[in-house]
């Protein structure tokens, strides 16, 4: 997804190759890829990323992972849950 965005130099607009082209071929030619964007600059960001993540979930062991792929109200209710937990009776 990341390697397929595209920039307009003339207006600035933001496209995407393939869930946003641009509307005409005339466009479309003068479209540019950011250098960040290409393949292997972003495998190397992903591999920093990941070695990163380790390295965290190691630290925080009691860390939770929260799908963000959902409503936001159901986010917050599970957030909620994890933080706020019942204390141990005795």
Same mark, same amino acid.
């Given at each position: 997804?990341?390697?397929?965005?595209?920039?307009?130099?003339?207006?600035?607009?933001?496209?995407?190759?393939?869930?946003?082209?641009?509307?005409?071929?005339?466009?479309?030619?003068?479209?540019? !890829?950011? /250098?960040?964007?290409?393949? $292997?600059? =972003? @495998?190397?960001?992903?591999?920093?990323?990941?070695?990163?993540?380790?390295?965290?979930?190691?630290?925080?062991?009691?860390?939770?992972?929260?799908?963000?792929? !959902?409503? /936001?109200?159901?986010?917050? $209710?599970? =957030? @909620?849950?994890?933080?706020?937990?019942?204390?141990?009776?005795?």
């Amino acid at each position: 997804r990341l390697s397929q965005r595209r920039t307009d130099p003339l207006t600035g607009e933001r496209y995407h190759t393939t869930f946003r082209p641009a509307p005409t071929p005339e466009i479309q030619a003068r479209l540019r !890829q950011n /250098p960040k964007d290409e393949e $292997e600059n =972003i @495998e190397k960001r992903l591999d920093t990323y990941y070695s990163n993540v380790k390295a965290l979930e190691d630290f925080y062991q009691d860390a939770f992972y929260v799908n963000a792929d !959902q409503d /936001p109200y159901v986010i917050f $209710e599970f =957030i @909620e849950s994890c933080i706020i937990k019942p204390l141990p009776c005795k």
